[in-house]
């Protein structure tokens, strides 16, 4: 009847072999009275029953006399071991543990130990799952530092180009203000003062639009290249 319980699957760090599971966190804080009478968790070396003591007896989790504060039991917890009472510290976690913890005035965990075999697997699966999150831990990683790569680098030949581009446009710059000035550049030519005025204004738009340009890699550029090396 305990397997049919619904179960919220606590992890547990597969490489210390924690016996104490980790708190899942939780929307809002829970009280007894806002609880499921009965809830299960599996642990990877037990199954942890938490809920009343009647919902507990009902489901054939324990009987009520094994429960702590009942006449010759301890008041908080109660160790059993084959089903006798046991006060060993040491008792093995195996299918034959079962230990009850009081949690408040209304509640109780019961833990009841696994096979050896079932442990096994157990931690084997949250080993794998762990080596799996670091993989994937470990991909992200690598694609992100590609990305800066890539980005470094973009930004960088952005920066050659635009400066490459800002030559010219210098260059094109002192030359039209050189005319402006009255120097001999045009070899006794010059441009009207109209004109000259209209062509500085379209550089000084030229030049604001080089420092904003962002260049992109064309797709035809590595084709390109394949097919030199192919050839």
């Known amino acids: 009847m305990a397997d ?6 606590t992890l547990v760090a597969a490489n210390n072999f924690s016996r104490q599971p980790l708190a899942a966190p939780r929307a809002r804080p829970r009280t007894w009275r806002n609880r499921p009478p009965l809830e299960r968790e599996e642990w990877p070396w037990a199954n942890a029953y938490t809920g009343t003591a009647e919902a507990l ?3 054939g989790i324990c009987r009520m006399e094994q429960l702590p504060g009942q006449p010759g039991n301890q008041k908080t917890s109660c ?3 084959q089903g006798v009472s ?3 510290t040491g008792a093995p976690h195996d299918e034959n543990y079962m230990g009850i913890t009081a949690e408040g005035k209304h509640r109780f965990r019961v ?3 696994l096979p050896i075999e079932e442990q096994e697997r157990r931690f084997s699966a949250l080993r794998e799952a762990e080596k799996a999150r670091a993989q994937a831990r470990k ?7 590609i990305a800066r790569l890539a980005q470094r680098k973009r930004e960088s030949t952005a920066a050659v180009l635009r400066d490459q581009l800002q030559v010219g446009v210098d260059s094109l710059r002192r030359t039209l203000r050189s005319c402006q000035q009255g120097q001999d550049l045009l070899h006794d030519w010059c441009l009207p003062e109209g004109d000259l005025q209209r062509v500085l204004r379209q550089v000084e738009m030229l030049d604001r ?5 962002t260049p992109i890699r064309h797709s035809s550029h590595s084709v390109a290249r ?3 090396v192919q050839s």
């Open 57 to 59: 007896v009902a489901a």
């Open 209 to 213: 639009a080089v420092r904003e340009v």
């Open 79 to 81: 160790t059993y071991y």
């Open 86 to 88: 046991s006060r060993r």
């Open 226 to 228: 394949l097919s030199l």
């Open 139 to 145: 991909e992200e990683e690598y694609q992100a530092s």
């Open 4 to 9: 049919s319980i619904p179960m919220h699957l």
């Open 111 to 113: 833990v009841k130990g």
